[in-house]
């Protein structure tokens, strides 16, 4: 750590405080930072007091970068204690005199818990979740797994968060949120999210955040949430180098380097995988029974084979003590060969065979610039320029040939994706009890579809608009009450009045609520309102031929939809910790997928807005360590209702959804431990139909070796299930339909890593200038 800065920003604040304070006090100012004694992070909310006997004579919170400031009177004994939910209490002794105005401790380490160091081995000593007015936080670097645990792994520990069996992620059972990193969003989950985390090793993330009733600081987009993951940053000059590998049978082999490297103003990371995957054959099958007695039986297999690159980098220098500049960017692609065979049999037509050649494609990238400046008189104000540039290309390729049916052998390509440019000012001011964010944005979002059939038609569809945004914060804290409201106001507008639409204003509320009874309960309420719009695959007209008896197009005049929500929770954190959350969401234009027939053997998919969906939802995590072995639930019950038009009828569909995971951490040793989970997630409900449930499982096993420099790993999942068939059931009044898409569920994986690095954490002197070196994370810093 860097701790002739921080000394210096102490300093700073030290001389504000002590010629601010009444000229006939006679104290001596007390100042230090607290850091973790295992990952020399710096720790917040830790309580400070000065004791002379069992009197308080001072008290104070540690900041968010782990700062205290006290005043302690000179000529005095007096003793030191520090204590914070997730550490052992410290207590030092402390004697003042007149010669010195302040005394600096430099850095204090804590220490885990000495009453739970035994039964706390498995999570590392440390609780790993901390409970947030808007959310919660789970702490990576607490959790013994960081060190050989993908990002996608790592997330079926933290509450609220699903990922099933087929690593589709949910919050709180809903697929419309949002994936943020160090809080803004990336291009790299504007594909295949569950692959782009599996490429991510958790080693590099510092935390996890999820922020149920997001702040009016972030994009109105993302009607179900937020998760914030927020990787680490070096403290300190050296450098930190990370390998891994693993194979995952029968999938194929998966490389990643990470890197992160510090000298004095400068701070470079750099993360890169590859992932090569050739898939076995999986069995798709398709039933279409109309009301005309009319049948459609398709049976088929599809095999895919290719490989995905990811790289993600990040320069940061400190122009001063009050000025910053970064520079960051990602790039990830997806590149696959498909094969497929259906032999499609129906009552008015002999038997013909569908071959498909495709040649998938996906490309994402950004590049993201920021300027962040400082102010000498409170180190807990900023001021933040960005400009980013983000891109996604998605390529469908397909060679068409039949047999058995007097059709001509065709080809047909959607190249579509989208461009984007963003400019963002944001402004925070915090003080001890008061928190401000205001700022605003410009997004230019240019979408994009070129589509061709054959040679000789060539067609192509433009959506381009503009997103302006105004934003509005501010937060309060008194005793143990914590309030946070805002406003965001979202314009899109058309500026060429592309596809006919009108531009939309919305203003966008968000409210949240938070008592403390103690260090471990608390209670919260929260509000939101937030929009999801539609992409560009939902709104391309291109028209999928690839299934002659399956035609799917998207739908350019879907609507962005607005939905409301509203949350209640309650926590409690300690060695059993307990998280839950009742919820209520409405939305009266959700987007839906939509199976519509004109004919006795021609099935059209698109998407509408339907109409009305609300659901109440009630999510529980509880963990409890019994006897060095920790025990953890996570589930979900929602009751879901949607309503909506369907050729001047009303449809309506209702029922329950449920998921539920249940894990089981053993430490066996120091260095080896055992891991077993259990994840089923239920049938999800559509308006026209459901799908069914599974059950996923897992045994894994973990070896540290070389002082716990190198990680070896092997897991067997789904060992009873050597095939999982995914099923989708629509039934409207003319027909029904049935797929069944039958693969590979057991797999073996085994993974070795290895990490070395240097830091120097030499003490240095304050040096005789005025600097402020609190500015240095490009981190905006919420209330709580």
Known sequence: MIRTKINIFLTILTSALYFNANAQEINIILKGVLIDSLSNQFVAGVTVKVLEGNKTLAQEKSSNYGVFLLKVPKNRKVDLEFTHLNYGVKKMKLSTDDKNTSIDLGFVSLSGRTNLLEEATVTGNLSPIRKKIDGIEFNVQNDPDKDIYSVLDMLQKVPLINVDGQDKISLKGKSNFKLLINGKPSALFSGDPGTALKMMPSKDILKIEVITSPPSKYDAEGIGGLINILTKKKTDDGYDFYIGTSYNYPYGPLGSFNTNVKKDKLQLSVL????????????VDK????????????????????????????LLYELDSLNALSLSGSWKRDKFDMISRIVNHQSNLADFTIFQNGAPFWKTGDVDLNYQRGFKKNPKKFLNFSYKYSTSSNAVQDDLRFEGIDWSNSNQSNI???????????????????????????????????YNYGQDQQNEFKFDYNIFNLYQT??????????????????????????DQDDKLNLLPSLAVQKSFDKHHSIGMTYNERIQRPNISEMSPFIDRANPNFISAGNPKLEPTKGRNVNLSYSYIDKLSVITDFGYYYTNNSIQKVYTSNTDSLINVSYENLGKERSFDVNANIGYTWKKIRLTFNGRLSYIAMQGMYKNMQLKNDGYENNLSFT????????????LSLRHTGPQLFLQGRSNAYTATSVSFTKQFLDKKMSVFVSLNNPFSEYFTRKNFFSVPEFSTTSFNRQNYRTIVLSAS??????????????????NSDQNTFEIKPLK
């Open 272 to 283: 890169a995988t590859t992932f090569f995957q050739n898939t076995p054959y999986n069995t």
């Open 287 to 314: 039933t279409i029974n109309f009301v005309s007695e009319q049948n459609v039986e398709q049976h088929g297999e599809q095999k895919f084979k290719g490989n995905s690159s990811m790289l993600r980098g990040q």
């Open 416 to 450: 579509f994706g989208f461009k984007e440019n963003s400019v963002q000012v944001d402004y925070e001011n915090q003080s001890k009890y008061l928190l401000i964010e205001s700022g605003g944005k410009f997004i230019a979002r240019n979408s994009n579809s070129l």
């Open 474 to 499: 501010i937060g309060y804290e008194t005793g143990s009450w914590s309030y946070k409201a805002g406003l965001r106001m979202d314009l899109m507008a058309f500026p060429q009045r592309s596809n």
């Open 664 to 675: 089981m951490a053993i430490p066996i040793t120091n260095t080896f431990r055992t891991n």
């Open 754 to 771: 290895y990490s070395f690095g240097s830091s120097n954490l030499k003490t240095k002197k304050i040096k005789k200038k005025i600097e």
